[in-house]
């Protein structure tokens, strides 16, 4: 018998303090949700309580790439929100890459997420979808 893991709202991270970094992404003013906010500067703020459902690229659920699916998944999720234009796909999927070889992904394995990613990402930026059918099956 396979024994499968529940995970409340299909989410299996939660933020437990808040996260910041500066990103390529520029929004022409301040978009501010519950969890996320970015400036036109670049800097994101992931505000503690923030769930994510974590890397989806086949064979690389690592915690090496944890960090990457949390700033990746945050800024497609204002993508899906209609609150940035996806014209920013290019630069979230490297800022993916750039987040993977900072926490010791090498380069070939990054090269291929960020394939990955950029191949299959699309769909998921599409704001029909609700989180129940945009998380990645794992």
């Not at 396979?2 to 992404?25: C, E, G, M, Q, W």
Request: proline share 5%; charged share 25%; aromatic share 10%.
């Amino acid at each position: 018998m396979t024994r499968r893991i529940a995970y409340k709202n299909a989410y299996r991270f939660h933020l437990k303090a808040d996260y910041s970094i500066d990103t390529p992404v520029r929004p022409e003013e301040t978009i501010k949700t519950n969890y996320l906010t970015l400036e036109p500067s670049g800097h994101l703020t992931i505000r503690a309580g923030y769930a994510w459902d974590g890397p989806c690229v086949p064979g690389v659920d690592t915690e090496s790439f944890i960090r990457a699916a949390l700033v990746h998944d945050a800024l497609f999720q204002l993508i899906r929100a209609m609150r940035l234009d996806d014209v920013h796909r290019d630069a979230i999927d490297g800022l993916l890459k750039e987040i993977c070889r900072e926490d010791g992904i090498g380069l070939l394995k990054s090269w291929y997420i960020h394939q990955m990613v950029h191949h299959f990402s699309l769909p998921f930026s599409d704001p029909a979808l609700t989180h129940a059918n945009a998380v990645c099956a794992k």
